[in-house]
């Protein structure tokens, strides 16, 4: 979630939303929830690759807005009854289950115990999760069907080890003070004081409180239940949100990756296999912006950010700007339209997108006011992608 005073509305293409999903006319405080659809890839480079069914699966990536951040003052566009817990977790749920995704990257999940869980279990769903740390009530929860993979392996991401390095370079280099991380706008009070804990305040030019976003990710080893498939990992995150942290949020795409590739060397040595790659999240950024290019590329990082771990960032590429273009917006409302959720995967892997999920177009019905509302539980809309197996 991006919570920022201003519009932003990035010129990237985007296919037509279905017309068959919603009606104008049809408009009223007691429609449903929108249910996109898969859309194949259309390019012969991507589909002549084309194999049956029974070797491919499904991703989606949705940021279910944490109710704990719902509050009036945030999200006065949208209508009361559309914020109340019982009628978001219902519709949230009724999205999910249409959706039938093989895996849900699920972002901002605080109910999990009470209710997704018990819930998607239900549905033929087993899960991992990883709350944020701190006083921080929500995290990232990894769904999957038990009838489409089988977990192998799990591990944690708590982007707060990042002041670890911090200290450990203080350390060695007799600096007792740390290594200073330049503070760009730090002297301008931070927006959204409501979804503050108290952890957060202090001085952000001290790297340490600079870095201690309490934002999480977790990352899994999934085995298909397809035949002659490698493994494949699949990583789920949320970086932090604030604009003006922007170089916090470039250390912490940099630990991600970091992550990944040791998590990667991990499993390939103990399964004898070159697993794929997937990471799916809300990474709090643009396209265009350092964050994007560096996840996509693995380059753009400045000298000033802390060093996470010895590694070379693993090649990355977008799902949507492989197979259509980034869309205009993936969150919506009307202090901020723009693009901050990505699914990536590594190309020179053994999997390839040939079908990505529809996302509506800005003038349509369903989105025009802002999200949430009667038609869209989360201020942000599930991103997919359906993916062939190419072994």
Known sequence: MWRASYFFFPRFSSPSY?????????????????????????????????????????????????????????????????????????????????????????QEVDEYDSFYMMNMENLGYSSIYVQRSGQKRDGCAIFYKRTSAELVLEQAIDYNDLINSIEDTAASSGDKDGVSIPSGNADNELKDDLCKAPGDHGDLNDPRVRLKRDCVGVMAVFKLKVPSCDPIIIANTHLYWDPELADVKLA??????????????????????????IVAGDFNSVPGDQVYQYLVSGSSLPEHLPESRDDQPLPLSSVYAYTRGEPHFTNCTPGFTGTLD???FSPTGDVKPVSFLELPESESPDVIGGLPNHYHPSDHLPIGAEFEVLQ
């Not at 999200?75 to 977790?89: D, E, G, N, T, V």
């Not at 499993?267 to 697993?275: E, G, K, R």
């Open 342 to 344: 990505y699914i990536l």
């Open 18 to 106: 279905s017309s068959s999903t919603i009606c104008l006319c049809k408009m009223s405080c007691k429609a449903g929830p929108v249910i996109p659809k898969f859309i194949p890839v259309e390019t012969s480079e991507i589909t002549s690759i084309s194999k049956p069914d029974g070797m491919r699966f499904s991703l989606v990536s949705y940021n279910v807005l944490a109710q704990a951040y719902v509050k009036s003052a945030l999200f006065p566009h949208s209508p009361s009854s559309c914020l109340k817990w019982k009628a978001r977790s219902q519709a949230t749920l009724t999205v999910l289950k249409n959706l039938g995704a093989d895996f849900l990257c699920l």
């Open 252 to 277: 912490q795409a940099k630990y991600l990756l970091s992550c990944l590739a040791q998590f990667k060397q991990l499993v390939s040595s103990q399964l004898d296999c070159t697993p794929s790659i």
